[in-house]
């Protein structure tokens, strides 16, 4: 494409507003409604997020993957532990989530901490998957150099072979819950002047308090 013309895409943010008085009292309750608009939306994977990490020699990474739980205690995503992003995670637990919502010009950031989740929640969620993602979990090496498809394939066909019915849960995958410190709700607004209103969570009080950052 030529430069100019790259310098020259922008779009117009016209839909609405998001003012103090439209925000739940907690920002999980102004999530839920907020990704509750996006699959109304029929937004492509309303719960695709990417996710920032720092690896131990400080070079940051971001990938997206899928939100699978939102509670009060945080946002959840499984992966393998063996993953770039678990012993990333494991020696840095600060993240970073963000929900490009493009469709609906809104965007949600979340700043935080990760954890794992306990075990038996890992379980209930793998045997919730259907068959070929739970083999799937055995079968990708996530990030390992292959010398081609065909390595992934036979691996996959052969489990698959092995556990034609039930899968056992691997012991090298599972959950991380991101307990946030912060969550910022972005919505699109004319002449760039977006409204960007941030939860901010107070300790020692354990609250939340907004804030309004400037676009």
């Not at 970073?96 to 493009?102: G, K, R």
């Amino acid at each position: 494409m030529d430069p100019a013309r790259l310098a020259e895409l922008r779009r117009g943010y016209a839909d609405g507003g998001l003012s103090e008085t439209d925000l739940a009292a907690d920002p999980f309750t102004q999530f839920a409604r907020w990704l509750a608009d996006a699959v109304a939306a029929g937004v492509t994977e309303p719960n695709a997020m990417v996710l920032g990490t720092v690896a131990p020699d400080g070079q940051p990474t971001a990938r997206t993957t899928l939100l699978k739980a939102v509670d009060a205690g945080g946002f959840v995503f499984f992966t393998s532990y063996a993953s770039p992003k678990a012993r990333d995670l494991s020696a840095d637990p600060r993240a970073s989530l963000v929900f490009p919502w493009y469709d609906i010009e809104r965007q949600v950031v979340v700043l935080g901490d990760v954890a794992r989740v306990e075990r038996p929640q890992t379980e209930l969620y793998f045997r919730s998957r259907p068959h070929g993602s739970q083999i799937g979990a055995w079968a990708s090496r996530q990030s390992e150099v292959v010398s081609g498809r065909s390595v992934v394939d036979q691996r996959f066909a052969e489990l698959a072979a092995r556990w034609p019915g039930e899968v056992p849960v691997p012991d090298f995958w599972g959950g991380f819950r991101l307990q946030p410190r912060s969550v910022e709700f972005w919505q699109g607004r004319p002449s760039r002047l977006h409204d960007r209103l941030r939860y901010v969570r107070d300790s020692p009080a354990d609250r939340w308090r907004v804030e309004r950052v400037s676009p």
